[in-house]
């Protein structure tokens, strides 16, 4: 079964920064996305970045960020690994939140990956 497990999370103070990582297990293949999403309590879950690679397709790979984190974070992915980071810089209280990972084997998958999430809290 492919598994998603998310580490680097914790408490940092504004201005501050935190890498999350998310290793993906149980499959060999490169995943066609790789994500980031959020969710902080009473709110919808938000786009964080996402990473689309297809060497069939995409001559380079695509990388979107939600308006909110442009400019602050930076989405990677090593997929000998089949890992994919977030580096988060410049943390606001409002990046406060679960982060949780997500990855679409193939583009034409119905059926996506999350893992479990984790807590990045930004607070004095």
């Known amino acids: 079964q492919v598994q998603l497990v998310e580490s680097g999370g914790g408490l940092v103070q504004p201005g501050g920064s935190l890498v999350l990582s998310c290793a993906v297990s149980?499959?060999?293949?490169?995943?066609?996305?790789m994500a980031w999403y959020r969710q902080a309590p009473g709110k919808q879950r938000e786009l964080v970045a996402a990473?689309?690679?297809?060497?069939?397709?995409?001559?380079?790979?695509?990388?979107n960020y939600g308006s909110s984190v442009k400019g602050r974070f930076t989405i990677s992915r090593d997929n000998a690994k089949n890992t994919v980071y977030l580096q988060m810089n410049n943390l606001r209280p409002e990046d406060t939140a679960v982060y949780y990972c997500?990855?679409?084997?193939?583009?034409?998958?119905?059926?996506?990956?999350w893992g479990q999430g984790i807590q990045v809290t930004v607070s004095s």
């Open positions: 990473t689309f690679s297809d060497d069939t397709i995409l001559s380079e790979d695509i990388i």
């Open positions: 997500n990855v679409l084997k193939q583009i034409l998958d119905s059926i996506d990956y």
């Open positions: 149980g499959t060999t293949n490169n995943m066609y996305k």
